[in-house]
């Protein structure tokens, strides 16, 4: 068989065929599809690379089974798994659309013993994403990849690849102590959760409202957005709170258990008041409720991500309540 990674045709928009039978790679490596049962070996394979890079496993297998589960991932279409002879997993690459507008987030994980696999992967990613846009009918794709500001080594395949920095993403956490009063609310400003579809439905509007000028953003309907965050084993609807004031849906907030297995604490997964009403301290109340949330529910800290080039002063009032920085993840980007 032949010596390449060689994506297979379109068949629909953003949609293959998938290979009838594993590819041959370099040196006997062989290739094929995932599937969900393969969640564990590629949390392996990527906390022996984090590890590498930020002196510890960063990735949780649900966030792998989240990767492999998302509606927007075709596995039979956009991931790749390589073996090596001994049939042990050295690689996993993929590109997965999102939205429809021709932006593609790609990755490449390759185990230090078979560095002779990246380039070829590369190419099929972005060949793969070439061919989601043009599936979605469009004549270029927005190409993005997130990586540890730490790791020089994807850094510098990403620059050889025509790749820019684009923004970073901030990780910020907050420590809590046994106990924490809930905040008041503003004036006229009452809290609904999120266990009803009127309320879910609100915080939909809402969050497409506020994210609607951040980096990356991708429009979702209703049902795309409530199926990609289902999916999800971290997502737990009681979670999810709007505010309303007067009656009027003006800030959602989601928490989950990402950061709850291995640490203990709570994550903020979206926070969004849309700009009509930003100033009035509607974040900051958000952001404070989910705190006392996290407390409540023995969490001994908060995380949330913030993008260092957000289009409010978000990270200026994520430190003003005491969270520190952590990490720092990177995004390049490239327009093919």
């Known amino acids: 068989m032949e010596d390449t990674l060689e994506a297979p045709p379109v068949h629909g928009p953003g949609r293959a065929a998938a290979p009838a039978a594993p590819a041959v790679t370099a040196a006997g490596y062989t290739t094929r599809r995932p599937t969900a049962d393969d969640a564990g070996a590629v949390h392996e394979l990527i906390s022996l690379c984090d590890i590498q890079v ?23 279409a956009d991931g790749w798994l390589v073996h090596d002879p001994s049939g042990r997993l050295v690689a996993w690459a993929w590109a997965c659309r999102r939205g429809d507008g021709g932006a593609v987030e790609i990755d490449v994980v390759v185990h230090p013993a078979a560095p002779e696999l990246t380039g070829r992967l590369w190419d099929t990613v972005l060949d793969r994403a070439r061919r989601i846009a043009a599936g979605l009918g469009h004549d270029h794709a927005v190409t993005d990849i997130a990586m540890y500001r730490e790791d020089s080594g994807k850094r510098a395949l990403a620059t050889a690849r025509g790749f820019a920095h684009a923004t970073s993403f901030i990780r910020l956490r907050a420590d809590h102590g046994p106990s924490l009063a809930p905040p008041e609310p503003p004036p006229g400003v009452t809290v609904h959760r999120g266990t009803t579809e009127e309320v879910r439905r609100q915080a939909h509007a809402v969050e497409q409202a506020g994210f609607a000028r951040h980096f990356g953003f991708a429009p979702k309907d209703y049902d795309e957005w409530h199926a990609e965050l289902g999916s999800s084993a ?30 203990n604490c709570g994550y903020v997964r979206r926070l969004a008041v849309p700009p009509a009403f930003r100033g009035r301290g509607l974040g900051r109340f958000m952001l404070r409720t989910a705190f006392a949330d996290d407390v409540r529910r023995g969490r001994i800290g908060t995380y949330l991500h913030v993008d260092a080039g957000n289009v409010t002063p978000a990270l200026d009032l994520y430190l003003s309540v005491g969270m520190r920085q952590v990490l720092a993840i990177d995004v390049w980007r490239r327009t093919l």
């Open 234 to 263: 971290g997502t737990d609807w009681a979670q999810l709170a709007v505010a309303r004031l007067d009656g009027e849906p003006v800030a959602m907030l989601l928490g989950t258990d990402a950061f709850a297995g291995d640490e």
């Open 54 to 76: 930020i002196g510890k496993a960063d990735m949780t297998l649900d966030d792998v089974a989240d990767q492999l589960n998302d509606p927007s991932f075709d596995p039979a």
